[in-house]
């Protein structure tokens, strides 16, 4: 079975932090995302990355940024937290480009709080 | 970015119900998913279509990939307790990006 864990189920910062979501596939894939879910307004991709050190900027990725040192691990950073970041990050992975199986699994998500 | 439209966003039905949702586009996608999302947890994929017309099952569930490739729909036969949740269509588009494209959602509520 896939899994794709995030480091956190729940988390509240405060305003200014800097946060870190971190989140590992154990499946080789070479995909990963990251999504904010938000009531109404269904999922926005953030961020998603094709390969290790490479990223690509999704529908919504103004104060956000990430890295991927590793195949298996892609991390969401919010560089100066803001209460409009209060959601629910969902991360992603999916096999490359060549797969026909190229749907994606989903972590169980984080719900982050900014007072 | 692209979105899809996505029917209803809520239902409200009697369990043993019959359950139909669906989702348009005004893109082609080339695989279409349907996800199930409970309280607090993260989407799990439900079905994934992959050739235009294709109708799959999946339990009580079915899907169907739209012949023009704009469209999708989910049925849930014989509606039980758990079926509750949030249901999401998903497009993708091969070309280039790899990225899905998500409807916002339908929340299903089921009155035992």
């Known amino acids: 079975d896939v899994k794709v864990t995030q480091s956190s189920r729940y988390l509240v910062k405060r305003t200014g932090e800097k946060v870190f979501l971190e989140c590992v596939q154990d499946?080789?894939?070479?995909?990963m995302f990251w999504y904010r879910q938000d009531p109404g307004l269904g999922l926005r991709l953030i961020y998603f990355?094709?390969?290790?050190?490479?990223?690509e900027k999704g529908d919504i990725p103004e104060g956000y940024s990430v890295s991927r040192e590793k195949k298996e691990r892609f991390s969401l950073i919010l560089e100066s937290a803001s209460t409009n970041q209060t959601s629910m990050y969902l991360c992603?992975?999916?096999?490359?480009?060549?797969?026909?199986?190229?749907?994606?699994?989903f972590g169980p998500g984080t719900r982050l709080t900014v007072l | 970015g692209q979105q899809l439209n996505q029917s209803p966003q809520s239902m409200f039905i009697q369990e043993g119900e019959d359950v139909s949702m669906n989702c348009t586009s005004s893109?082609?996608?080339?695989?279409w998913l349907w996800y199930k999302q409970d309280p607090g947890e993260g989407p799990v994929l439900l079905i994934a279509?992959?050739?235009?017309?294709e109708l799959t099952s999946n339990g009580r569930l079915t899907a169907q990939f739209g012949i023009t490739r704009k469209d999708s729909f989910l049925n849930i036969s014989a509606s039980i307790p758990s079926d509750v949740g949030i249901y999401f269509c998903?497009?993708?588009?091969?070309?280039?990006?790899?990225?899905?494209?998500f409807g916002q959602g339908t929340r299903l509520t089921i009155n035992p």
């Open positions: 992603a992975s999916s096999f490359g480009l060549v797969k026909t199986t190229d749907t994606q699994y």
């Open positions: 499946m080789d894939h070479e995909n």
């Open positions: 990355s094709y390969d290790v050190k490479m990223k």
């Open positions: 893109s082609i996608f080339n695989t």
């Open positions: 279509l992959y050739k235009a017309g």
């Open positions: 998903a497009g993708l588009d091969r070309q280039g990006a790899q990225k899905l494209v």
